[in-house]
């Protein structure tokens, strides 16, 4: 019984390689003996010649269609056969129904060819949703990481604004937050990793956001050094922290040694201060936490002193100045 089920498989392998060779064998047929050439320019009512946009066949030359794997086959129909319709013989649809092709493998070959021509705006369309009350949301066959990677890949996220809307839009889709927190900061989605840190509740995560940020050289470092700020203050959201009982503090050990440690190239003085350790504000007994020994008790006036003075008082930084 076991020999003759692994015939039968291997009897449905081979007939589906058959039916599929037969495909690629007439697309190829068809798809050689055509000339594809750019289209002539249209003229215009003022005399103007306009250049419509190539076919895929002259933007992307094309490979022998014979061989392909199923996945390559998808993604060849799906950039040079995408226009057509369910019906037509080389439509992505009816090869997906012809070899039962799954729904995920189906479009990543789809957004894979969309992202390949450029097609942004199709392939934002794809993911959108609209439900029954006529509120729209976004889905994705192939999850949102793969979505992303296609879009570095092929796009140009750092100097497109509309492609940056849609890489933020994948990156907050996520649902491994700490995932989508490593990939925002990599692309430098800012605001897609504060969403994170918020979504995650993590204190220290925010601080350390914020110090990558600040050592960015754009323009923009203000505007999402503000909106770190603004989340942090927010006091609907209950941060959390390395700390004891897990429960932020105004002057969180890990988050000051590691802000100082960001800053001790600026701040080098100050930094060496806060890098000492530092005072619970609850109490004032010596206590050792997190590798920081306290050797004297420290007084507020001095501890607002010294944070004052590495910060600013205007800074907007995370930590307050009071």
């Known amino acids: 019984?076991?020999?003759?089920?692994?015939?039968?498989?291997?009897?449905?392998?081979?007939?589906?390689?058959?039916?599929?060779?037969?495909?690629?064998?007439?697309?190829?047929?068809?798809?050689?003996?055509?000339?594809?050439?750019?289209?002539?320019?249209?003229?215009?009512?003022?005399?103007?010649?306009?250049?419509?946009?190539?076919?895929?066949?002259?933007?992307?030359?094309?490979?022998?269609?014979?061989?392909?794997?199923?996945?390559?086959?998808?993604s060849y129909v799906a950039l040079y056969h995408g226009h057509e319709r369910r019906e037509e013989a080389f439509a992505p649809r009816t090869l997906r129904r012809e070899f039962k092709v799954s729904e995920k493998l189906y479009w990543y070959s789809a957004f894979t060819s969309l992202a390949k021509a450029g097609y942004w705006d199709t392939v934002r369309a794809a993911v959108e949703s609209k439900s029954y009350i006529a509120t729209k949301g976004f889905k994705s066959a192939i999850g949102w990481r793969p979505l992303l990677s296609l879009l570095y890949q092929y796009g140009t996220p750092a100097k497109d604004a509309e492609q940056r809307k849609l890489a933020l839009i994948f990156a907050n889709h996520m649902e491994d937050r700490k995932e989508a927190y490593d990939?925002?900061?990599?692309?430098?989605?800012?605001?897609?990793?504060?969403?994170?840190?918020?979504?995650?509740?993590?204190?220290?995560?925010?601080?350390?956001?914020?110090?990558?940020?600040?050592?960015?050289?754009?323009?923009?470092?203000?505007?999402?050094?503000?909106?770190?700020?603004?989340?942090?203050?927010?006091?609907?959201?209950?941060?959390?922290?390395?700390m004891i009982d897990q429960s932020p503090t105004k002057y969180s050990a890990l988050s000051t040694h590691k802000l100082a440690a960001g800053l001790s190239t600026l701040f080098s003085k100050p930094a060496e201060m806060l890098r000492r350790g530092y005072r619970r504000v609850s109490g004032r007994k010596e206590e050792v936490q997190e590798g920081f020994v306290y050797s004297q008790q420290i007084h507020e006036e001095e501890v607002k002193m010294r944070t004052t003075k590495a910060f600013g008082a205007h800074g907007g930084g995370i930590i307050d100045d009071e």
């Open 1 to 74: 019984d076991a020999c003759q089920k692994e015939l039968d498989e291997l009897i449905e392998t081979c007939a589906t390689w058959q039916t599929l060779l037969e495909k690629q064998a007439l697309i190829e047929r068809v798809d050689s003996s055509t000339i594809h050439e750019p289209p002539p320019s249209q003229t215009l009512g003022s005399g103007m010649a306009e250049a419509p946009p190539p076919s895929m066949f002259v933007r992307f030359p094309r490979p022998c269609a014979l061989g392909l794997s199923l996945l390559e086959t998808m």
């Open 183 to 242: 990939v925002s900061v990599s692309s430098s989605l800012w605001e897609a990793a504060i969403q994170a840190c918020v979504d995650l509740r993590d204190e220290d995560l925010l601080v350390d956001l914020r110090v990558r940020i600040a050592q960015e050289p754009t323009q923009e470092v203000q505007q999402y050094l503000n909106m770190a700020d603004a989340v942090y203050r927010d006091p609907k959201i209950k941060w959390r922290s390395d």
